[in-house]
């Protein structure tokens, strides 16, 4: 086993930028209308970097459970035991993980609040996929890390896992996943009903192992059954 620091990290004060042109290929309408764009790039002027991204992560070895079959560990000095159900099958070649959660921060989502409070639905419907945008970027960040660190060792990643996708870890994991995580440092929270907020947050693991061929963190998109018809599918 490669020698491990399990210290959690907290990065905060990230530089994360949307353009314009970004959001505009997040709109999905028939016909991209004028009246539509010029919201769009008000809304996106007017809050542009009000948001205040942050990432809590660790690395923990990670290893099959003994104790209960099919169930897989992260070791700590707490250690947890999730049921990633069939993701199971993306994990099954790490050795060490990265247990991350990250947030665009409650600036975006007071902002949208305030919007659908005064029935500008719009606007809320433009600072959500801002939100997004910035939630992607900050995401990307992860991956990063996670490719490089894989490639100083010389191994290879899995895909990007959350609890509650549609690819079977079911979203109660998400409460033991974060208690290997200290949220309050990037201010998060979590519900006993397993839910972030602010609500453009999220939790995953991935993991690295010499077993792996990979060398970019994908996303398990391929072996979903919408593959080919869904909007909401990930590059890989």
């Known amino acids: 086993m490669k020698n491990i620091d399990t210290t959690p990290c907290a990065l905060t004060g990230l530089n994360i930028e949307v353009d314009f042109e970004e959001l505009v290929k997040k709109i999905r309408t028939g016909s991209k209308r004028p009246d539509i764009l010029a919201t769009a790039e008000q809304t996106l002027q007017k809050v542009n970097n009000i948001w205040n991204p942050g990432i809590v992560y660790r690395w923990l070895p990670f290893g099959q459970s003994?104790?209960?079959p099919g169930k897989s560990i992260v070791h700590s000095n707490n250690p947890v035991i999730l049921d990633l159900g069939h993701s199971a099958r993306f994990t099954k070649e790490a050795s060490q993980v990265l247990v991350a959660a990250y947030s665009v921060g409650k600036e975006l989502e007071e902002e949208n609040r305030k919007a659908a409070d005064n029935q500008e639905l719009l606007v809320s419907f433009f600072l959500d996929l801002i939100g997004l945008l910035v939630l992607e970027k900050t995401g990307e960040i992860i991956n990063k890390m996670v490719e490089q660190r894989a490639t100083e060792l010389d191994w290879g990643?899995?895909?990007?896992?959350?609890?509650?996708?549609?690819?079977?870890?079911?979203?109660?994991?998400?409460?033991?996943?974060?208690?290997?995580l200290p949220l309050n440092e990037i201010s998060i929270t979590i519900s006993d009903d397993a839910i972030l907020s602010p609500f453009k947050s999220v939790s995953c693991l991935i993991g690295i192992g010499k077993g792996y061929e990979a060398t970019h963190v994908g996303t398990t998109c391929r072996v979903c059954s919408?593959?080919?018809?869904?909007?909401?599918?990930?590059?890989y």
């Open 226 to 235: 919408k593959n080919n018809d869904c909007e909401m599918k990930q590059l």
């Open 157 to 180: 990643v899995s895909p990007f896992l959350s609890p509650g996708s549609v690819h079977g870890w079911e979203l109660e994991d998400q409460l033991k996943l974060c208690s290997l």
């Open 66 to 68: 003994e104790t209960e």
